[in-house]
């Protein structure tokens, strides 16, 4: 006869089985950001950036770079992070949306304190 203390340690081991041949099965993708190109932080050129989900950041905690990914309901691609990050500015984004809800484009770039703002001068050139 078994005792519930057994029961219990059958359960334990089919379970750990099962959930051990799930494991061996899945396919992991690589962390965010891996295969990106490493690129030296523009304002303390001390570290490379990190790339996350929601954020391009600098590890260094006396620099605090941020770029954030999504700017006024704007997604921004890898390219236009790097071109931010490289060049200092990015080509004309169209699909911006402000506040009140109207659409419009610009380029982004860095100010002396390198915080991400808005330039229409671009615009404004064609």
């Keep these: 006869m078994l005792c519930v203390a057994d029961t219990v340690q059958n359960a334990i081991k089919v379970f750990t089985r099962q959930i051990t041949t799930e494991l ?6 690589p962390p965010f950001g891996e295969g990106q190109e490493e690129v030296l932080c523009p304002k303390c050129k001390v570290a490379n950036v990190l790339y996350r989900p929601k954020v391009v950041k600098c590890p260094d905690q006396n620099c605090g770079l941020l770029i954030f990914r999504t700017v006024s309901e704007k997604q921004l691609s890898d390219k236009q992070i790097a071109d931010l990050l490289t060049i200092g500015k990015t080509g004309i984004i169209k699909g911006f949306k402000s506040k009140n809800g109207k659409s419009f484009d610009a380029v982004l770039k860095f100010d002396d304190n390198f915080r991400v703002v808005f330039d229409f001068s671009e615009k404004k050139k064609k």
């Design 24 to 29: 061996l099965n899945v396919s992991i993708s």
